[in-house]
């Protein structure tokens, strides 16, 4: 296998990756992290190995652990928003949440046509409460990946809390019809939604007459 051929095989592999651990495939993922190791360490491909080591480090919560492997893959490889991405994500999970910010937006900086880190940004964003910025982050992440299924879930969410019911509506049912087969928990977690933002809406128009 050639170079290109190779790099190409690691990317698609850092995708399938990341919808995997998105949509909760434990098992799956750690296949990926396993195929990943094994394909950067025969191309000798540095930072992609301290990229799905990190990834690794994430799977068994070791979220220490993983930030000083992706800080070794951006050694390696400065551009590679993805690790700046995760290395905020595991900030998250440890506590820090203000310093994370730093990350996501260095992680922009290199690597701006990187749909994740604009959806993660987002994401804490909405998290903590800063639910105008978080739609605009969103957004930015559909014009880079219209399909993204969790970006219309998280959209809705932060539409929801602004009390634009309408719009989130909107946003959660795109979700549905989005999200790939194999997530019915995640599904079924949707369409409650859906029901309770109806519900909303038609107090709403109940209240108005």
Request: glycine share 8%; hydrophobic share 40%; proline share 2%.
């Amino acid at each position: 296998m050639g170079y290109l051929k190779e790099m190409d095989a690691l990317l698609r592999l850092r995708i399938s990756l990341d919808e995997a651990i998105t949509y909760g495939h434990r098992r799956l993922a750690m296949r990926l992290v396993e195929d990943g190791l094994r394909l950067s360490r025969l191309g000798e491909f540095l930072g992609e190995w301290e990229y799905f080591k990190g990834q690794k480090e994430i799977l068994k919560g070791n979220y220490f652990y993983a930030i000083s492997h992706f800080d070794r893959a951006v050694s390696y490889n400065p551009h590679d928003g993805a690790s700046y991405n995760d290395r905020a994500l595991c900030m998250v999970e440890l506590g820090l949440s203000d310093e994370a910010f730093a990350y996501f937006d260095k992680g922009i900086e290199v690597e701006p046509d990187y749909a994740s880190v604009y959806h993660n940004k987002g994401w804490l964003l909405n998290k903590v409460g800063r639910h105008k910025e978080a739609i605009e982050y969103f957004k930015k992440t559909l014009s880079l990946e219209p399909g993204r299924a969790v970006t219309f879930e998280n959209l809705g969410n932060s539409l929801a809390h602004l009390k634009r019911y309408r719009a989130s509506l909107a946003a959660y049912k795109k979700a549905v019809l989005l999200l790939k087969m194999g997530s019915p928990d995640i599904k079924r977690q949707l369409v409650s939604r859906i029901r309770q933002i109806a519900r909303k809406l038609d107090a709403k128009k109940t209240k108005s007459h």
